[in-house]
């Protein structure tokens, strides 16, 4: 990131995703403004170069640094669980669909925040953006056979708490 043109660059092609993860962690529209706000002035305040193989898997170790920092286990609100459905509303304008999407939103939240927080870090980073296992493993400081653990250990425990089958990943 040497010159300001580089940065602005990064910012547009990775804040969204970096939001995601946060307000993903945190549960909280505000919070994860402030932590998207954090992450971006401390990658540009580095004076080293990037030692993780992609710039996003460098601003989600951040981000997830600055969760751990200030939020051991962060609790998921109905309320906002309400406002990402409100912001993704159902195609189906029914209010039984627009019910049933807020219902299954708050049970999916409920269920990442009965998971670990490794578990839960792996799941997100692979969901969201679709990381793969070594981009992960990069991230978090862990071995990719570690992540693809945690990552088959966290799909089970959702799809159990989402009463899925077994062997559809939610």
Request: a negative charge; one cysteine or more; proline letters at 6%.
């Amino acid at each position: 990131m040497s010159s300001p043109n580089d940065f602005a660059l990064i910012y547009r092609q990775h804040a969204d995703a970096v939001f995601r993860l946060a307000f993903l962690l945190t549960g909280q529209r505000a919070e994860a403004e402030d932590l998207t706000s954090e992450t971006f002035a401390r990658a540009l305040a580095s004076a080293g170069t990037i030692r993780h193989e992609t710039v996003r898997s460098y601003l989600y170790a951040i981000v997830r640094n600055l969760v751990a920092s200030k939020h051991r286990r962060p609790e998921f609100e109905q309320a906002d669980a309400d406002d990402a459905a409100a912001q993704h509303p159902d195609p189906d304008p029914t209010p039984e669909g627009q019910l049933e999407i807020r219902q299954r939103l708050a049970r999916a939240g409920a269920g990442l925040a009965a998971m670990k927080e490794r578990d839960r870090q792996v799941l997100v980073l692979c969901g969201v953006d679709g990381l793969d296992p070594t981009q992960i493993a990069d991230a978090l400081g862990l071995d990719p056979g570690a992540v693809r653990v945690r990552l088959h250990r966290a799909r089970r425990q959702l799809a159990a708490f989402l009463n899925l089958p077994t062997g559809d990943t939610p």
